[in-house]
C-alpha cells in the first residue's frame, strides 16, 4: 500500500513525539525493587494517571517523591532533554519552583530498567510537589497573569539551554504544521474539512516562507492547567511548582 509523502511526515512527527507508542504499565514490585536498590528509598507506591509514562508518588517517612519511568519505545535521548533541562534549571535559576532531580547513590540521574525483551526503560526520582493543580482551582485574572508570567520566566531562563535531542520533530511545533495536511481526510464534517485545508493553505502561504528567520529555543511546552501546582491563598506566590 503507497503512503503519500504527506502522510508519512505526519507518521514520522507522531513517531518523534512519542504519540505512536503504546502504553504498558511496568511492575509496581519491580519499580520498588530499583528504588530499594539504586536510591534506597522504600515506601508506599501509588499509581497516578499518565499519559506515556508509568508515574508513581512513592509515600516515606521522610517525605514523598514523584517516581517515573519512561515508556519502552520512547528514546533515552529524549529523556535525557528533559532531565537536562531541569538539571539546567537547578543551576541557573535556582529560584524557579521547577521540579529536581534526585540522585542514585551512586550519582546518576536516572537508572535503566531492561526488560526480558532486550528494551531498556529509563526510571527516575523526582521531589513531589504537593498542592492542587490549576485546573483544579478557578483563577481570577490575576492569578491566570501570575501563572502566565512564571512561563515567560521559565523560558526565558532556558534561552540557552541546548541539547542533541531538542531537535526532533514535534507534533505541537508550529513550524511543522504544514506536514500535518494529510491529516485532514480524517475530519468527518465537510465544513469542518473546508475550513481546515484554508487554515493550512493560509499558513503555506503566509507563514512556512517566514519560518527559516524566526528564532528558536528550547520551551515548556507542555504548561498545561495540570501541569501547573498553585496556592489559592497566596497572591505573592500562586504558583508554587511547575512539573512535567
Known sequence: MNTSPASNHA?????????AASHEPIDAVLVSIFLERHYRLGGQLE??????????????DAGDHLVKVSPPDEAEEVVD???AAMRYLERTAPQLPVQRVRLTVGGD?????????GRRRILRVFDF????VLAQTNPDAEQLAKAGE????????????????AGRGLVWDIRHFHQLTGLVQYTPDPEHRRLAREVFWNFDETVVPKL?????QVIHGDFSPYNVVVDPGSEEHFVTGVID
Do not use: C, W, Y
Not at 499509581?47 to 516515606?60: G, M, S, V, Y
Not at 540521574?109 to 525483551?117: C, K, T
Not at 527559516?212 to 528558536?216: A, G
Open 11 to 19: 507518521q514520522r512527527l507522531l513517531e518523534e513525539s512519542g504519540l
Open 81 to 83: 532533554l528533559q532531565t
Open 47 to 60: 499509581r497516578l494517571a499518565t499519559e506515556k509514562d508509568d508515574t508513581f508518588r512513592l509515600r516515606t
Open 150 to 165: 512564571m512561563l515567560g520566566r521559565i523560558d526565558v531562563a532556558l534561552d540557552a539551554f541546548t541539547h542533541p535531542a
Open 212 to 216: 527559516s528567520v524566526l528564532e528558536t
Open 129 to 132: 510537589v504537593a498542592g492542587p
Open 109 to 117: 540521574d536516572s537508572v535503566a530498567i531492561l526488560l526480558n525483551d
